[in-house]
């Protein structure tokens, strides 16, 4: 398990729960499952299950001891909204977000309609707090309506995440979004991101006033690529 993130936009990871099942093209190579099983059957190992979804109540108030304020990426190694992950163990996990309130709490899903309908049963007649940020994954055109998911959910803060980008968006719509976040795959077999693809991404955010941030290029590794875009690097970030 992850504390320390080595990721530019994060923190700290967060996982209370581990394991997930792919739903979209997007989790063809997914990092995780990579990571996880190669650690699968060895005794005594965070992932000797592998992938499999495994829930860790002993993590539950791992942010609660976390005294430093910090940006948590949550789950970094599942989706929080997984169908077989019991809603009361869920509101474990939003309970403790609530009332570590010191941190920033990312959340990132591609199962856009079960993460509106959780926001919207628990935050029923207000919104999330403004340190819990949620978002979506949309890798090309045909996850597009994900982003309007989001825009309905009662989300503290929202942002999108290109991750990875595997195709064009057309006619992106950035309004009420407040973050923009995008990267290229990495690993093996890992898709090529085309410039064509990030640019337009890039602009409509200058466009709406989002700020954009562009983790990768990625390719063989995450880190072979570089980070620059049109000879510069983009680190965006909200007023968290």
């Known amino acids: 398990m992850n504390v320390n993130s080595a990721t530019e936009c994060t923190d700290a990871t967060w996982n209370p729960v581990t394991g997930c099942t792919k739903i979209s093209q997007g989790c063809d190579r997914c990092y995780a499952e990579r990571f996880a099983e190669r650690w699968r059957g060895g005794p005594g190992y965070a992932y000797e299950q592998g992938f499999d979804l495994q829930l860790w109540p002993n993590r539950l108030d791992q942010p609660s001891r976390w005294r430093k304020p910090r940006k948590i990426f949550v789950n970094s190694m599942s989706d929080l909204f997984h169908k077989d992950i019991e809603r009361g163990f869920l509101d474990r996990i939003f309970d403790t977000m609530e009332q570590a309130d010191w941190h920033r709490y990312q959340?990132?899903?591609?199962?856009?309609?079960?993460?509106?309908d959780y926001l919207r049963a628990r935050y029923a007649d207000r919104r999330a707090p403004d340190h819990i940020w949620c978002s979506v994954t949309v890798e090309d055109q045909r996850a597009?309506?994900?982003i309007e998911h989001l825009r309905d959910a009662p989300a503290g803060g929202r942002f999108r995440s290109p991750e990875p980008l595997l195709g064009p968006l057309d006619a992106l719509d950035l309004s009420g979004?407040?973050?923009?976040?995008?990267?290229?795959?990495?690993?093996?077999?890992?898709?090529?991101?085309?410039?064509?693809?990030?640019?337009?991404?890039?602009?409509?955010?200058?466009?709406?006033?989002?700020?954009?941030f562009f983790k990768q290029w990625g390719v063989r590794t995450p880190k072979a690529g570089g980070r620059e875009l049109d000879g510069r690097v983009h680190d965006g970030m909200p007023g968290f």
């Open 144 to 146: 597009a309506q994900r």
């Open 177 to 212: 979004i407040s973050w923009v976040i995008a990267r290229g795959e990495s690993g093996p077999g890992a898709r090529p991101l085309k410039k064509a693809w990030i640019l337009p991404i890039r602009d409509r955010g200058v466009r709406f006033g989002v700020p954009f």
């Open 107 to 116: 959340i990132l899903t591609k199962r856009n309609s079960a993460m509106r």
